[in-house]
């Protein structure tokens, strides 16, 4: 019975530790589309997760089609704490260097970030944020319930 009351509490702190790690962060976040300030209210459902906009208007032009987005969807995932980087997203190996570009982007070795460093700005988000890539590199957290 005793170990009931230590446990409880512990369980309890270690359930609300979680759920704090898991909230989605939005402050800061822009618009994949238009690049303004997001409004919480104005999400679409993205890979188990939630992408933010600024209008009623984007959100339709995403829902209606989200394919040409899709890039800045994945990367606003990661932005918001609602994905995280399982490995290198051009080989898939484990990531040993990094590179701060608005998120934390980890990479295997310095031949994949030179490559990446060697990239325009559109190209460096496709290297790392599309779906392809996203798939080797990242995992969408698993919603709590």
């Known amino acids: 019975m005793k170990k009931l009351f230590v446990m409880a509490p512990l369980f309890a702190l270690l359930v609300a530790l979680g759920a704090v790690a898991s909230e989605v962060k939005l402050e800061g976040v822009k618009c994949?589309?238009?690049?303004?300030?997001?409004?919480?209210?104005?999400a679409a459902d993205y890979k188990g997760a939630k992408v933010y906009f600024c209008c009623g208007n984007c959100l339709g032009k995403f829902n209606k089609v989200a394919k040409p987005f899709a890039a800045k969807a994945n990367r606003q995932l990661v932005g918001t704490s609602q994905a995280?980087?399982?490995?290198?997203?051009?080989?898939?190996a484990p990531c040993n260097v990094s590179v701060e570009d608005g998120v934390k982007i980890g990479f295997c070795c310095n031949n994949c970030?030179?490559?990446?460093?060697?990239?325009?700005?559109?190209?460096?988000?496709?290297?790392?944020?599309?779906?392809?890539?996203?798939?080797?590199?990242?995992?969408?957290?698993?919603?709590?319930?």
């Open 84 to 92: 995280k980087q399982k490995a290198c997203p051009l080989s898939g």
């Open 113 to 145: 970030l030179g490559k990446y460093n060697d990239a325009t700005a559109e190209e460096r988000l496709n290297f790392v944020f599309s779906d392809a890539a996203f798939a080797k590199g990242f995992e969408v957290n698993k919603a709590r319930e």
């Open 32 to 42: 994949l589309i238009a690049g303004r300030p997001i409004a919480a209210d104005k």
